[in-house]
């Protein structure tokens, strides 16, 4: 059974810590990045280093143009499902209000004939009277 403790928030960041020092990951600190500097200035030269430097600048902001690129297409094609979703909605709106329509068009009768005509058969005003 495993310890109360390990199972808390506090327990994953123990356990995270202990993993991280198992495998070897962590910060770089202030040394390692000055070693890491003194064995590229041996191995490519006072000459190479700034060209390195521009290489490695540009691949990055490549990098992230490329990113923020895929990002922004993603967002894109989600909003594209959205509006999709949201017309196809519509759509099925708009027949369902089509076929009520049609069915109270149906259900009522339409006269062929023009309003006036019909005033005229069925209205009695007085004037067609015969005494």
Do not use: C
């Amino acid at each position: 059974m495993t310890p109360l403790w390990l199972g808390s928030s506090l327990g994953a960041v123990f356990r995270h810590e202990v993993y991280k020092e198992l495998i070897g990951i962590g910060s770089i600190g202030g040394g390692e990045v000055m070693l890491i500097l003194v064995v590229a200035l041996l191995l490519f030269g006072p000459r190479k280093i700034p060209e390195i430097g521009r290489t490695l600048g540009k691949t990055m902001a490549e990098f992230r143009k490329a990113t923020r690129d895929f990002k922004l297409n993603l967002e894109r094609e989600v909003d594209m499902e959205d509006i999709g979703k949201a017309g196809s909605e519509i759509r099925k709106a708009r027949d369902e209000m089509r076929s009520v329509a049609r069915d109270a068009m149906n259900l009522s009768p339409v006269s062929s004939d023009p309003p006036e005509a019909s005033r005229d058969q069925g209205s009695d005003d007085g004037n067609d009277r015969k005494d």
